[in-house]
């Protein structure tokens, strides 16, 4: 199965509710080698979403990291930054939900950097990005840096265009 596939195939089953299915499947079909385009990113992203909602830390970690190093590795500047962007505030959740907030910080902070400019053109990735933030900046008792990256991520959602990954935006 390809990378494409498989994303294709672990979003369905997300959205299904089938999470057990869609982390084995994205695990089984997650990239180890040097397979390169957004595909394979977008597929250890998700791993490493649904590592973490079942609290496998360390798994969610390196699906993550890998993301992210991947990301890299990617030419068109757009697809980079955002991908990158989401790996990264996703580890950043992840090292949250270990207790490690202080590790977040740069993390965030790379994220929100890396996805400001393609906010329009990318407002559903823009949003986990900026909420995750802004939830962070609440922790700190930032309220208005807080405030100012939730509004960010309403306006954003509000872009998005209507379906089911705009809903899921704007319930985060």
């Known amino acids: ?58 798994a969610a970690a390196s699906a993550l990291a890998r993301a992210a190093e991947l990301a890299g590795a990617l030419e068109a500047a757009e697809e980079r930054d955002v991908l990158r962007a989401r790996a990264l505030a996703g580890l950043a959740a992840v090292r949250r939900a270990e207790g490690r907030s202080n ?21 559903v990735p823009s ?13 700190l008792a930032e309220h208005h840096a807080a405030q100012a990256l939730f509004e960010q991520a309403v306006a954003a959602a509000g872009a998005a265009d209507a379906g089911p990954e705009r809903d899921g935006a704007q319930a985060q």
Not at 111 to 117: C, D, K, Y
Not at 127 to 139: D, I, P, W, Y
């Open 127 to 139: 949003v986990r990005v900026l909420v995750e933030a802004g939830a962070r900046q609440a922790e």
């Open 103 to 123: 590790e977040s910080d740069p993390l965030l902070a790379d994220a929100v950097a890396l996805i400001e400019p393609h906010i329009g053109a990318a407002p």
């Open 1 to 58: 199965m390809t990378s494409s596939d498989a994303l294709d195939r672990v979003l369905q089953l997300r959205s299904n509710a089938d999470y057990r299915g869609a982390r084995e499947l994205a695990n089984a079909e997650a990239p180890t080698g040097g397979e390169g385009g957004p595909r394979p990113v977008q597929l250890l992203i998700e791993l490493g979403r649904l590592d973490e909602e079942f609290a496998d830390y360390p």
